[in-house]
């Protein structure tokens, strides 16, 4: 009963600002260089990746590639989470930088994003060693990764505070696939996890809560972005995807959303297989545009 009940609502969507159908890239295999540490000999916290390597071979350029980040409340789980669609991304020829990041309480904001930007240079010194197109690198993230990656995506486009010391142009994304992304954070008062995260309530500090929204830095510079999200869900809820996407409208920036009838925000994550399907579809059309 619950594979059927799980059938069914994969067939329940909308995908507003489709294109048209192409067809994925073959399947090819892949392997898994696991425990890469990625943070430099000085950070607070020794942080790891896994380098996901298609065996096909690579451009002349090398392959594209995704750096992906797993949710949990930016203060839980781990990058095992996404490890089946880092999988499924290897496999129709995209490299993958699986990573974890500081966790709150014992960080706050803006640690979790200097961890993304780290990650996001080190992959251009990892591109010395693998087959990596460091000029195509795209980010895919789900709850409190999809904010922490589009977070870096955006705020890379321009001169902003959160570039100091470690952002910037050197961290730039060429697209983005954010899933069941928190992009407004005044939205949700002074919750627990977000009080956690930023380190005090809205009220003392609304600059704060601001700057760590990711629709406060769009602009026309932003890269194209495809947003996935259930349509029931209560704690991230759909609101915050259609806000980000009128943002992304309102600047002209390319942008597809796939909304997901009758799942929430768990079951919009554990029965995502079309959403992936048409989220590497979107990485391909951007890597050849």
Not at 177 to 201: E, W
Request: aromatic share 10%.
């Amino acid at each position: 009963m619950v594979a059927s009940g799980l059938l069914a609502l994969s067939g329940c969507v909308t995908h507003h600002q489709a294109p048209d159908d192409r067809p994925l890239p073959d399947e090819t295999g892949f392997r898994v260089v696991e425990d890469v540490r990625y943070s430099p000999a000085d950070w607070p916290e020794a942080l790891y990746a896994d380098l996901y390597l298609p065996q096909a071979g690579a451009p002349a350029a090398g392959h594209p590639v995704v750096l992906m980040v797993h949710g949990g409340g930016w203060q839980r789980r781990s990058r095992d989470d996404m490890a089946w669609i880092a999988e499924a991304l290897a496999g129709r020829g995209f490299a993958v930088m699986n990573i974890d990041y500081r966790f709150a309480p014992d960080y706050t904001f803006p640690a979790q994003l200097h961890d993304l930007q780290v990650a996001r240079q080190r992959l251009n010194q990892l591109a010395e060693q693998y087959p990596l197109d460091t000029t195509r690198v795209s980010g895919f993230g789900f709850s409190s990764g999809a904010h922490l990656i589009s977070l870096l995506a955006l705020v890379a486009s321009y001169e902003t505070p959160l570039n100091q010391p470690y952002g910037g142009s050197k961290t730039r994304l060429v697209a983005v696939v954010a899933g069941g992304l928190p992009s407004d954070l005044t939205a949700f008062g002074s919750g627990r996890l977000i009080r956690q995260f930023l380190g005090g309530v809205q009220e003392d500090m609304p600059d704060t809560y601001q700057a760590a929204s990711p629709v406060s830095h769009v602009t026309d510079q932003a890269p194209p972005f495809f947003l996935f999200h259930g349509g029931m869900d209560m704690l991230v809820p759909f609101s915050q995807a259609e806000r980000f996407r009128d943002q992304l409208e309102a600047q002209g920036v390319y942008n597809e959303l796939y909304e997901m009838h009758l799942r929430g925000h768990v079951t919009s994550f554990l029965t995502a297989g079309s959403a992936i399907d048409e989220a590497i579809a979107f990485l391909v059309r951007q890597q050849d545009s």
